[in-house]
């Protein structure tokens, strides 16, 4: 199985700030990587897919780059509602698996 | 806009099948694969499997000697069975829709519970 490591595990940060979390994967996989968010009591929302392509309705702080095994995801300016978690997940090969998530937290 | 909602009987016994099924409301569920991942607090986030409406299927291999699932369109149904549950199981359960090497529509997820 192809491993995806995210860091930090939690990460403090206020309204305004930039924050990027990193995911490595344990071998290459292209493009194929997606980032999700997801706030207590809902499900995962797409945010990335194919790596920096952003879902529709997703507002444009969140980016996302990288191919091979290293990638990030940015959020240019955060706002209340960006605080949740934030998991990476590979879509290269069976199985597909996730990152363990990365908390953002209120400063 | 695609809503996929989550069913099934609640509380499971050890040894017992789980069983759930996902319906979409959508148009057509045809050229899609449709996949169920799970989410508990020892595991984290795990893909259990998918299928498409052609009844092609992929399993994790590590649940794949106790997953079964099936599909049907005409219902815009499809299910997952999963035998010899353990408390290890417990967990939510999601069904989603696969999309660009992700999933982009998810159901609100059915929290199972494997217990005695």
């Known amino acids: 199985d192809i491993q995806m490591t995210q860091s930090p595990s939690s990460v403090s940060a206020s309204v305004g700030d930039r924050v990027t979390i990193t995911c490595r994967a344990s071998?290459?996989?292209?493009?194929?990587l997606a980032w999700y968010q997801q706030k207590p009591g809902e499900a995962p929302k797409l945010l990335i897919y194919?790596?920096?392509s952003l879902q529709s309705g997703v507002p444009p702080r969140f980016s996302g780059s990288g191919s091979g095994t290293d990638f990030t995801l940015t959020i240019s300016s955060l706002q209340p509602e960006d605080f949740a978690t934030y998991y990476c997940?590979?879509?290269?090969?069976?199985?597909?698996?996730f990152g363990q998530g990365t908390k953002l937290e209120m400063k | 806009q695609v809503q996929l909602q989550e069913s099934g009987p609640g509380p499971v016994k050890p040894s017992e099948t789980l069983s759930l099924t996902c319906s979409v409301s959508?148009?057509?569920?045809?050229?899609?694969?449709w996949s169920w991942i799970r989410h508990s607090a020892g595991e984290g986030l795990e893909w259990i499997g998918r299928?498409?409406?052609?009844?092609?299927?992929n399993y994790n291999p590590s649940l794949k000697s106790r997953v079964t699932m099936s599909i049907d369109p005409s219902k815009k149904q499809f299910s997952l069975r999963l035998s010899s549950v353990t408390a290890a199981d417990t967990a939510m359960y999601y069904c989603v829709r696969e999309w660009g090497a992700g999933f982009d529509y998810w159901g609100q997820g059915t929290l199972v519970t494997v217990s005695s």
């Open positions: 194919a790596a920096s």
């Open positions: 071998q290459g996989i292209s493009s194929w």
């Open positions: 299928i498409h409406t052609s009844g092609r299927t």
């Open positions: 959508s148009d057509s569920i045809s050229s899609y694969y």
């Open positions: 997940q590979h879509g290269y090969s069976f199985p597909y698996t």
